[in-house]
Protein backbone atom coordinates (compact mmCIF):
# COMPACT_ATOMS: atom_id res chain seq x y z
CA UNK A 1 0.00 0.00 0.00
CA UNK A 2 2.86 2.58 0.42
CA UNK A 3 3.03 2.99 -3.51
CA UNK A 4 -0.76 4.58 -2.71
CA UNK A 5 -0.76 6.34 0.49
CA UNK A 6 2.39 7.00 1.88
CA UNK A 7 3.07 6.62 6.09
CA UNK A 8 3.67 10.61 6.02
CA UNK A 9 0.18 10.85 4.18
CA UNK A 10 -1.66 8.46 6.83
CA UNK A 11 -0.35 9.87 9.91
CA UNK A 12 -1.02 14.04 8.40
CA UNK A 13 -4.46 13.01 7.52
CA UNK A 14 -5.76 10.73 9.79
CA UNK A 15 -6.35 8.11 6.14
CA UNK A 16 -7.39 4.57 6.72
CA UNK A 17 -6.44 2.67 3.60
CA UNK A 18 -8.08 -0.72 2.26
CA UNK A 19 -6.05 -2.73 0.84
CA UNK A 20 -4.53 -6.57 0.69
CA UNK A 21 -1.99 -5.24 2.88
CA UNK A 22 -4.56 -4.15 5.37
CA UNK A 23 -6.81 -6.31 5.21
CA UNK A 24 -3.88 -9.28 6.54
CA UNK A 25 -2.87 -6.71 9.16
CA UNK A 26 -6.47 -6.68 10.81
CA UNK A 27 -7.27 -10.28 10.34
CA UNK A 28 -10.18 -9.44 7.85
CA UNK A 29 -10.85 -11.22 4.26
CA UNK A 30 -13.08 -8.97 2.06
CA UNK A 31 -13.51 -5.55 1.76
CA UNK A 32 -16.82 -5.08 2.73
CA UNK A 33 -15.71 -6.13 6.05
CA UNK A 34 -12.88 -3.36 5.70
CA UNK A 35 -14.73 -0.93 5.50
CA UNK A 36 -17.93 -2.16 8.44
CA UNK A 37 -14.02 -1.82 10.46
CA UNK A 38 -14.08 1.68 9.24
CA UNK A 39 -17.34 2.65 9.71
CA UNK A 40 -18.22 0.71 13.45
CA UNK A 41 -14.93 2.97 14.53
CA UNK A 42 -15.89 6.56 13.03
CA UNK A 43 -14.85 9.17 14.21
CA UNK A 44 -13.38 7.12 16.72
CA UNK A 45 -9.60 5.57 16.24
CA UNK A 46 -8.20 3.16 13.60
CA UNK A 47 -5.18 0.63 15.10
CA UNK A 48 -2.50 -0.07 12.59
CA UNK A 49 -0.23 -3.13 12.12
CA UNK A 50 2.47 -1.08 13.75
CA UNK A 51 0.31 -0.45 16.92
CA UNK A 52 -0.51 3.43 15.99
CA UNK A 53 -3.94 4.82 16.50
CA UNK A 54 -5.01 7.41 13.63
CA UNK A 55 -8.50 9.16 13.46
CA UNK A 56 -10.30 7.92 10.46
CA UNK A 57 -11.01 10.63 8.25
CA UNK A 58 -10.56 9.27 4.82
CA UNK A 59 -11.14 6.13 3.89
CA UNK A 60 -8.56 5.09 0.31
CA UNK A 61 -10.17 1.77 -0.95
CA UNK A 62 -7.39 -0.14 -3.68
CA UNK A 63 -8.87 -3.01 -5.75
CA UNK A 64 -6.71 -4.86 -8.45
CA UNK A 65 -7.54 -4.55 -11.92
CA UNK A 66 -7.50 -8.70 -12.12
CA UNK A 67 -10.96 -8.47 -9.76
CA UNK A 68 -14.06 -8.77 -11.79
CA UNK A 69 -16.50 -7.29 -9.12
CA UNK A 70 -19.85 -5.06 -9.41
CA UNK A 71 -20.31 -1.40 -9.06
CA UNK A 72 -18.47 0.22 -5.32
CA UNK A 73 -21.99 1.48 -4.85
CA UNK A 74 -23.48 -2.76 -4.78
CA UNK A 75 -20.19 -3.93 -3.40
CA UNK A 76 -20.06 -1.87 -0.37
CA UNK A 77 -23.80 -1.13 0.22
CA UNK A 78 -24.89 0.59 3.77
CA UNK A 79 -21.69 0.93 4.87
CA UNK A 80 -20.07 3.35 2.41
CA UNK A 81 -23.24 5.07 3.29
CA UNK A 82 -22.84 4.97 6.59
CA UNK A 83 -18.68 6.36 6.76
CA UNK A 84 -20.22 9.09 4.66
CA UNK A 85 -22.98 10.34 6.76
CA UNK A 86 -20.57 10.65 9.90
CA UNK A 87 -17.86 12.74 7.66
CA UNK A 88 -15.69 10.59 6.19
CA UNK A 89 -14.16 11.29 2.75
CA UNK A 90 -14.25 8.41 0.43
CA UNK A 91 -11.57 7.69 -2.30
CA UNK A 92 -11.50 4.84 -4.80
CA UNK A 93 -7.80 4.13 -6.18
CA UNK A 94 -7.82 1.39 -9.22
CA UNK A 95 -4.65 0.10 -10.50
CA UNK A 96 -6.18 -1.11 -13.46
CA UNK A 97 -3.01 -2.31 -15.13
CA UNK A 98 -2.95 -5.87 -14.17
CA UNK A 99 -0.01 -8.08 -13.38
CA UNK A 100 2.20 -9.88 -15.66
CA UNK A 101 -0.07 -12.65 -17.64
CA UNK A 102 -3.81 -10.82 -17.14
CA UNK A 103 -5.90 -8.93 -19.36
CA UNK A 104 -5.39 -4.98 -19.91
CA UNK A 105 -7.87 -3.24 -18.68
CA UNK A 106 -10.04 -0.35 -20.30
CA UNK A 107 -11.42 2.65 -18.07
CA UNK A 108 -14.40 4.10 -19.97
CA UNK A 109 -15.73 7.90 -18.89
CA UNK A 110 -19.82 7.52 -18.96
CA UNK A 111 -22.05 4.94 -18.08
CA UNK A 112 -24.49 6.26 -20.64
CA UNK A 113 -25.76 4.35 -23.76
CA UNK A 114 -23.01 4.20 -24.93
CA UNK A 115 -20.58 3.23 -22.44
CA UNK A 116 -22.82 0.72 -21.49
CA UNK A 117 -22.52 -0.42 -25.07
CA UNK A 118 -18.70 -0.16 -25.37
CA UNK A 119 -18.34 -2.01 -21.59
CA UNK A 120 -20.65 -5.31 -22.63
CA UNK A 121 -18.57 -5.67 -26.39
CA UNK A 122 -15.51 -5.28 -24.49
CA UNK A 123 -16.55 -7.10 -22.05
CA UNK A 124 -17.80 -10.25 -24.42
CA UNK A 125 -13.77 -10.63 -25.59
CA UNK A 126 -12.60 -10.84 -22.24
CA UNK A 127 -11.28 -7.34 -21.35
CA UNK A 128 -11.60 -5.95 -18.47
CA UNK A 129 -13.72 -2.68 -17.88
CA UNK A 130 -14.45 -0.11 -15.67
CA UNK A 131 -17.13 2.53 -15.70
CA UNK A 132 -16.78 5.74 -14.02
CA UNK A 133 -19.89 8.16 -14.00
CA UNK A 134 -20.69 11.06 -12.19
CA UNK A 135 -24.40 10.16 -11.92
CA UNK A 136 -25.72 8.25 -9.13
CA UNK A 137 -26.55 5.23 -11.56
CA UNK A 138 -26.24 4.04 -14.98
CA UNK A 139 -28.13 6.58 -17.67
CA UNK A 140 -28.54 9.53 -14.74
CA UNK A 141 -28.69 11.76 -17.46
CA UNK A 142 -31.79 10.25 -18.46
CA UNK A 143 -33.67 11.20 -15.55
CA UNK A 144 -32.74 14.74 -16.16
CA UNK A 145 -35.08 14.70 -19.24
CA UNK A 146 -38.36 16.56 -19.29
CA UNK A 147 -41.31 14.48 -17.54
CA UNK A 148 -43.20 13.79 -21.24
CA UNK A 149 -40.06 12.86 -23.38
CA UNK A 150 -40.07 10.36 -25.68
CA UNK A 151 -37.39 8.59 -27.73
CA UNK A 152 -37.41 9.65 -31.59
CA UNK A 153 -36.36 6.09 -32.71
CA UNK A 154 -38.15 3.22 -31.94
CA UNK A 155 -37.11 0.29 -29.72
CA UNK A 156 -35.29 -1.30 -31.92
CA UNK A 157 -33.23 1.08 -33.06
CA UNK A 158 -31.93 2.38 -29.69
CA UNK A 159 -31.61 -1.42 -27.70
CA UNK A 160 -27.72 -1.82 -26.81
CA UNK A 161 -26.50 -5.59 -27.55
CA UNK A 162 -26.93 -8.51 -25.86
CA UNK A 163 -30.73 -7.28 -24.20
CA UNK A 164 -32.50 -9.86 -22.91
CA UNK A 165 -36.05 -9.92 -23.42
CA UNK A 166 -37.19 -9.67 -19.52
CA UNK A 167 -35.80 -5.97 -19.19
CA UNK A 168 -36.80 -4.87 -22.82
CA UNK A 169 -39.39 -2.52 -22.89
CA UNK A 170 -42.55 -3.19 -24.26
CA UNK A 171 -43.54 -0.18 -26.02
CA UNK A 172 -42.61 0.68 -29.71
CA UNK A 173 -41.27 4.47 -28.66
CA UNK A 174 -39.86 4.52 -25.03
CA UNK A 175 -40.38 7.55 -22.73
CA UNK A 176 -37.18 8.91 -21.29
CA UNK A 177 -37.71 7.64 -17.83
CA UNK A 178 -38.21 4.05 -19.05
CA UNK A 179 -35.11 4.53 -21.01
CA UNK A 180 -33.09 5.10 -17.83
CA UNK A 181 -34.32 2.60 -16.31
CA UNK A 182 -33.78 0.09 -18.72
CA UNK A 183 -29.96 1.57 -19.00
CA UNK A 184 -29.77 0.88 -14.92
CA UNK A 185 -31.16 -2.75 -15.22
CA UNK A 186 -28.28 -2.95 -18.36
CA UNK A 187 -25.90 -2.45 -16.33
CA UNK A 188 -27.08 -4.80 -13.19
CA UNK A 189 -27.88 -7.74 -15.70
CA UNK A 190 -24.44 -7.72 -17.53
CA UNK A 191 -22.63 -7.12 -14.32
CA UNK A 192 -20.71 -4.29 -15.67
CA UNK A 193 -17.96 -2.60 -12.83
CA UNK A 194 -19.46 1.21 -12.98
CA UNK A 195 -17.95 3.86 -9.99
CA UNK A 196 -20.79 5.87 -9.83
CA UNK A 197 -20.50 9.52 -7.95
CA UNK A 198 -16.97 9.81 -9.98
CA UNK A 199 -16.98 12.92 -11.90
CA UNK A 200 -13.60 12.70 -14.00
CA UNK A 201 -11.46 15.97 -13.54
CA UNK A 202 -8.20 15.02 -15.75
CA UNK A 203 -7.05 12.48 -18.05
CA UNK A 204 -3.71 12.12 -18.92
CA UNK A 205 -0.56 9.70 -20.20
CA UNK A 206 1.83 8.42 -17.83
CA UNK A 207 5.14 8.10 -18.86
CA UNK A 208 5.07 4.18 -19.04
CA UNK A 209 2.63 4.82 -21.59
CA UNK A 210 -0.41 4.18 -19.44
CA UNK A 211 -3.52 6.40 -19.43
CA UNK A 212 -4.36 7.34 -15.60
CA UNK A 213 -7.83 9.19 -15.15
CA UNK A 214 -8.65 11.40 -11.72
CA UNK A 215 -11.34 11.92 -10.05
CA UNK A 216 -12.45 15.61 -8.44
CA UNK A 217 -12.73 13.27 -5.24
CA UNK A 218 -9.06 12.43 -4.97
CA UNK A 219 -9.18 9.06 -7.16
CA UNK A 220 -7.11 7.70 -9.82
CA UNK A 221 -7.67 4.95 -11.97
CA UNK A 222 -4.91 3.38 -14.10
CA UNK A 223 -5.50 1.88 -17.65
CA UNK A 224 -4.00 1.34 -20.84
CA UNK A 225 -6.89 2.63 -22.56
CA UNK A 226 -9.70 5.30 -21.93
CA UNK A 227 -12.67 5.97 -23.64
CA UNK A 228 -14.61 9.29 -23.00
CA UNK A 229 -18.08 8.78 -23.64
CA UNK A 230 -19.72 11.51 -21.79
CA UNK A 231 -21.86 12.69 -24.70
CA UNK A 232 -23.27 16.01 -25.28
CA UNK A 233 -26.22 16.74 -22.30
CA UNK A 234 -23.42 17.41 -19.45
CA UNK A 235 -22.76 20.64 -21.57
CA UNK A 236 -25.77 22.94 -22.67
CA UNK A 237 -25.00 25.79 -25.12
CA UNK A 238 -26.74 29.33 -24.87
CA UNK A 239 -25.39 31.60 -27.76
CA UNK A 240 -24.15 35.28 -26.34
CA UNK A 241 -26.83 38.19 -26.29
CA UNK A 242 -25.42 41.43 -24.63
CA UNK A 243 -27.40 42.20 -21.54
CA UNK A 244 -28.25 38.77 -20.86
CA UNK A 245 -26.43 38.31 -17.58
CA UNK A 246 -28.11 41.30 -16.39
CA UNK A 247 -32.09 41.12 -16.97
CA UNK A 248 -34.31 39.85 -14.63
CA UNK A 249 -35.87 37.38 -16.80
CA UNK A 250 -35.89 33.96 -15.70
CA UNK A 251 -33.50 31.84 -18.27
CA UNK A 252 -33.26 28.20 -18.70
CA UNK A 253 -31.79 26.12 -20.96
CA UNK A 254 -33.94 22.80 -22.77
CA UNK A 255 -31.29 20.72 -20.05
CA UNK A 256 -33.33 22.37 -17.27
CA UNK A 257 -36.48 22.00 -17.97
CA UNK A 258 -39.03 19.18 -16.86
CA UNK A 259 -42.34 20.38 -17.96
CA UNK A 260 -45.19 23.69 -17.61
CA UNK A 261 -45.80 22.46 -13.82
CA UNK A 262 -42.46 23.64 -12.90
CA UNK A 263 -42.14 26.48 -14.78
CA UNK A 264 -45.41 27.82 -13.05
CA UNK A 265 -43.75 26.92 -10.00
CA UNK A 266 -40.93 28.86 -10.59
CA UNK A 267 -42.82 32.00 -12.41
CA UNK A 268 -45.00 32.41 -9.03
CA UNK A 269 -48.11 31.22 -11.19
CA UNK A 270 -48.73 34.19 -12.57
CA UNK A 271 -46.66 35.22 -15.07
CA UNK A 272 -47.21 33.40 -18.73
CA UNK A 273 -45.35 34.90 -21.55
CA UNK A 274 -42.11 32.64 -22.63
CA UNK A 275 -39.64 32.72 -25.54
CA UNK A 276 -38.32 29.84 -27.12
CA UNK A 277 -34.95 30.12 -28.48
CA UNK A 278 -34.06 28.03 -31.36
CA UNK A 279 -35.97 25.85 -34.45
CA UNK A 280 -35.10 22.22 -33.91
CA UNK A 281 -36.44 19.27 -32.26
CA UNK A 282 -36.51 20.64 -28.38
CA UNK A 283 -37.19 24.07 -29.70
CA UNK A 284 -40.89 22.55 -31.17
CA UNK A 285 -41.40 19.90 -28.24
CA UNK A 286 -41.14 22.74 -25.38
CA UNK A 287 -43.52 25.43 -27.61
CA UNK A 288 -46.27 22.70 -27.55
CA UNK A 289 -46.09 21.23 -24.06
CA UNK A 290 -46.59 25.11 -22.98
CA UNK A 291 -49.19 26.27 -25.24
CA UNK A 292 -51.19 23.10 -24.19
CA UNK A 293 -50.67 24.41 -20.37
CA UNK A 294 -52.30 28.23 -21.41
CA UNK A 295 -48.62 30.06 -22.15
CA UNK A 296 -48.06 32.57 -24.57
CA UNK A 297 -45.44 31.29 -26.50
CA UNK A 298 -42.81 33.20 -29.21
CA UNK A 299 -40.29 31.32 -30.77
CA UNK A 300 -37.15 33.18 -31.99
CA UNK A 301 -35.51 31.48 -34.71
CA UNK A 302 -32.77 32.66 -36.94
CA UNK A 303 -33.21 30.86 -39.91
CA UNK A 304 -36.29 29.13 -41.96
CA UNK A 305 -37.89 26.38 -39.95
CA UNK A 306 -37.85 23.12 -41.66
CA UNK A 307 -40.51 20.07 -40.10
CA UNK A 308 -40.18 16.23 -39.76
CA UNK A 309 -43.61 15.00 -41.35
CA UNK A 310 -46.29 14.23 -39.00
CA UNK A 311 -48.40 11.30 -38.31
CA UNK A 312 -48.79 8.88 -39.67
CA UNK A 313 -46.13 9.73 -42.60
CA UNK A 314 -43.49 9.83 -39.55
CA UNK A 315 -44.02 6.35 -38.33
CA UNK A 316 -43.98 5.19 -41.93
CA UNK A 317 -40.98 6.58 -42.45
CA UNK A 318 -39.40 5.40 -39.11
CA UNK A 319 -39.77 2.15 -40.44
CA UNK A 320 -38.30 2.60 -44.14
CA UNK A 321 -35.43 4.77 -42.42
CA UNK A 322 -33.27 2.11 -42.00
CA UNK A 323 -33.01 0.84 -45.37
CA UNK A 324 -32.65 4.79 -46.28
CA UNK A 325 -29.93 4.99 -44.13
CA UNK A 326 -28.07 2.34 -45.96
CA UNK A 327 -28.33 3.73 -49.45
CA UNK A 328 -26.98 6.70 -48.20
CA UNK A 329 -23.78 5.21 -46.35
CA UNK A 330 -23.12 2.78 -49.58
CA UNK A 331 -23.34 6.01 -51.58
CA UNK A 332 -20.86 7.54 -49.31
CA UNK A 333 -22.85 10.00 -47.85
CA UNK A 334 -22.86 9.42 -44.29
CA UNK A 335 -20.35 12.30 -43.69
CA UNK A 336 -21.58 15.21 -45.64
CA UNK A 337 -25.02 14.86 -43.94
CA UNK A 338 -25.41 16.94 -40.97
CA UNK A 339 -26.52 15.47 -37.40
CA UNK A 340 -29.51 17.91 -37.33
CA UNK A 341 -33.11 16.73 -35.98
CA UNK A 342 -35.62 19.57 -37.50
CA UNK A 343 -38.95 20.57 -35.16
CA UNK A 344 -41.59 17.91 -35.23
CA UNK A 345 -44.28 18.00 -37.91
CA UNK A 346 -47.86 17.84 -36.81
CA UNK A 347 -49.07 19.98 -33.46
CA UNK A 348 -45.40 21.86 -33.94
CA UNK A 349 -46.17 23.02 -37.47
CA UNK A 350 -50.33 23.66 -36.98
CA UNK A 351 -49.41 26.15 -34.13
CA UNK A 352 -46.99 28.52 -36.02
CA UNK A 353 -48.61 28.26 -39.34
CA UNK A 354 -51.88 29.53 -37.87
CA UNK A 355 -50.23 32.34 -36.12
CA UNK A 356 -51.07 30.81 -32.47
CA UNK A 357 -47.07 31.17 -32.14
CA UNK A 358 -45.78 33.92 -33.88
CA UNK A 359 -42.07 33.90 -35.25
CA UNK A 360 -39.43 36.39 -34.56
CA UNK A 361 -35.96 36.82 -35.92
CA UNK A 362 -32.83 36.45 -34.08
CA UNK A 363 -32.43 38.49 -30.77
CA UNK A 364 -29.88 41.24 -31.12
CA UNK A 365 -29.78 42.25 -26.82
CA UNK A 366 -31.61 42.43 -23.89
CA UNK A 367 -32.70 45.59 -21.97
CA UNK A 368 -34.22 45.42 -18.93
CA UNK A 369 -37.25 43.37 -19.07
CA UNK A 370 -37.06 43.38 -23.19
CA UNK A 371 -35.98 41.52 -25.50
CA UNK A 372 -34.77 43.38 -28.69
CA UNK A 373 -35.13 41.54 -32.12
CA UNK A 374 -32.89 42.58 -34.79
CA UNK A 375 -35.50 43.54 -36.59
CA UNK A 376 -35.75 46.49 -34.03
CA UNK A 377 -38.94 44.88 -32.11
CA UNK A 378 -38.95 45.27 -28.60
CA UNK A 379 -40.96 42.84 -26.58
CA UNK A 380 -41.32 41.90 -22.88
CA UNK A 381 -41.28 38.54 -21.28
CA UNK A 382 -41.50 36.61 -18.60
CA UNK A 383 -39.55 33.66 -19.56
CA UNK A 384 -36.95 32.79 -21.80
CA UNK A 385 -36.00 29.07 -22.81
CA UNK A 386 -33.05 27.91 -24.85
CA UNK A 387 -33.11 25.23 -27.21
CA UNK A 388 -30.05 26.27 -28.36
CA UNK A 389 -28.31 22.74 -28.61
CA UNK A 390 -25.11 21.02 -26.62
CA UNK A 391 -21.44 20.90 -27.35
CA UNK A 392 -19.21 17.66 -26.69
CA UNK A 393 -18.68 17.46 -22.99
CA UNK A 394 -15.11 17.30 -22.86
CA UNK A 395 -13.75 19.63 -20.25
CA UNK A 396 -13.18 17.17 -18.13
CA UNK A 397 -10.16 15.68 -20.18
CA UNK A 398 -7.80 18.82 -19.45
CA UNK A 399 -5.46 21.18 -21.58
CA UNK A 400 -3.72 18.43 -23.36
CA UNK A 401 -6.67 17.39 -25.96
CA UNK A 402 -6.92 20.31 -28.65
CA UNK A 403 -10.16 21.13 -30.22
CA UNK A 404 -11.87 22.61 -33.29
CA UNK A 405 -13.14 25.79 -32.41
CA UNK A 406 -16.09 25.70 -34.34
CA UNK A 407 -17.22 23.32 -33.61
CA UNK A 408 -15.70 22.00 -30.11
CA UNK A 409 -14.62 18.58 -31.19
CA UNK A 410 -10.89 17.14 -30.99
CA UNK A 411 -8.09 15.95 -33.40
CA UNK A 412 -9.31 11.89 -34.09
CA UNK A 413 -7.81 9.37 -36.25
CA UNK A 414 -10.58 7.44 -36.43
CA UNK A 415 -12.20 6.78 -33.11
CA UNK A 416 -8.47 7.86 -31.44
CA UNK A 417 -7.13 11.34 -30.14
CA UNK A 418 -4.92 12.44 -32.81
CA UNK A 419 -2.98 14.36 -29.55
CA UNK A 420 -3.10 11.47 -27.12
CA UNK A 421 -2.28 7.98 -27.89
CA UNK A 422 -4.84 5.71 -26.20
CA UNK A 423 -6.91 7.94 -25.42
CA UNK A 424 -10.83 6.67 -27.80
CA UNK A 425 -14.15 8.98 -28.37
CA UNK A 426 -18.05 7.56 -29.05
CA UNK A 427 -21.20 9.29 -29.28
CA UNK A 428 -19.64 12.79 -30.88
CA UNK A 429 -21.10 13.75 -34.29
CA UNK A 430 -19.17 13.00 -37.21
CA UNK A 431 -17.07 10.16 -35.63
CA UNK A 432 -18.35 7.90 -38.51
CA UNK A 433 -20.96 9.58 -40.08
CA UNK A 434 -23.98 11.54 -39.19
CA UNK A 435 -25.64 9.15 -37.21
CA UNK A 436 -22.52 8.52 -34.89
CA UNK A 437 -23.76 11.21 -32.59
CA UNK A 438 -27.55 9.47 -32.30
CA UNK A 439 -28.35 5.77 -30.46
CA UNK A 440 -28.52 4.05 -33.68
CA UNK A 441 -25.41 5.06 -34.99
CA UNK A 442 -23.56 4.78 -31.06
CA UNK A 443 -24.48 1.19 -31.20
CA UNK A 444 -22.72 0.50 -34.23
CA UNK A 445 -19.68 2.34 -33.57
CA UNK A 446 -19.60 0.58 -30.74
CA UNK A 447 -19.02 -2.65 -32.56
CA UNK A 448 -16.41 -0.91 -34.57
CA UNK A 449 -14.57 1.06 -30.96
CA UNK A 450 -14.69 -2.74 -29.85
CA UNK A 451 -12.52 -4.04 -32.35
CA UNK A 452 -10.00 -1.11 -32.63
CA UNK A 453 -9.18 -1.17 -28.69
CA UNK A 454 -8.79 -5.06 -28.82
CA UNK A 455 -6.33 -4.38 -31.39
CA UNK A 456 -4.77 -1.62 -29.81
CA UNK A 457 -4.13 -3.50 -26.77
CA UNK A 458 -2.87 -6.73 -28.79
CA UNK A 459 0.14 -4.01 -29.86
CA UNK A 460 0.70 -2.24 -26.74
CA UNK A 461 0.45 -5.60 -24.16
Do not use: C
Not at 25 to 47: C, E, H, K, T, V
Not at 151 to 160: A, D, K
Not at 227 to 248: D, M, Q, R
Request: hydrophobic content about 40%; overall charge positive; cysteine-free.
Amino acid sequence: MAGFVSEDTREALGTFAIGKTTLKLLGLDSWQRGLRFIAARMPLMARWGDGRSLPISEAVIMRRGGDSRPSWKRLLGSPIQMFKRLGGRLILVDDNLEDSGRKTRVTIIGAGPAGLSLGRLLQKRGIGVLILDKGASAGASWNNMPTHLRLLSPWRQVRLPDTPEAIAPTEAFVSAERYARYLRDYARHHGLSIVEQAEVSQVERAPDGSMIVRTRDGGQFRAAAVVNATGYFSKPFIPYFPGAASIAILQLHFSQYKDPQQIERLLGGSAKKALVVGKRLSAGQMMVELEEAGFFVELSARDQLQFLPGSPWFEWLERILPVFEWMLLRLGLGRRIKSEVPMEGGRARRLIESGRVPIRGDIERFDGQEVVFKDGRREAFDLILYATGFQPALDHLGPSILRDPANGLPRLRGFESGDVPGLFFLGLSGLRNWRSRFLRGIREDAEVLAKDISRFLAKHR
